[in-house]
């Protein structure tokens, strides 16, 4: 039998200005579920490798859920992390395409 450890890890448990953020994590992956500004710090403080993420989620666009989402994606570019899977709503998807053109992220991430 096969057998797959996985796991819920809170990032941030939500404040006024912040909506909570997790993990799902597994052996071989991480996915990020909301990111709010200041995402890049709360995934080093909770230990959350970076360099295993495969996908990105946001309930939606606000900066309380999403403002972070720019940054950890310069990161995990730097990284030469590839193929990160945006799982959200049409309107998050937007707000990156607004940041790709001071973000120049190469073809292969999204």
Avoid at 89 to 96: I, M
């Amino acid at each position: 039998t096969l057998q797959m450890s996985a796991y819920i890890q809170i990032i941030s448990i939500g404040t006024l200005s912040s909506e909570p953020s997790i993990a799902f994590v597994t052996e071989n992956c991480r996915f990020l579920v909301n990111l709010p500004e200041g995402s890049q710090r709360l995934c080093v403080e909770s230990r959350i490798r970076l360099g295993k993420v495969r996908a990105l989620m946001a309930t939606d666009v606000s900066s309380t859920s999403s403002g972070g989402f720019p940054g950890i994606c310069l990161t995990l570019t730097d990284a030469g992390t590839k193929n990160i899977s945006i799982v959200s709503t049409n309107s998050v998807h937007a707000f990156l395409q607004y940041t790709t053109s001071f973000m120049r992220f190469s073809r292969d991430v999204f």
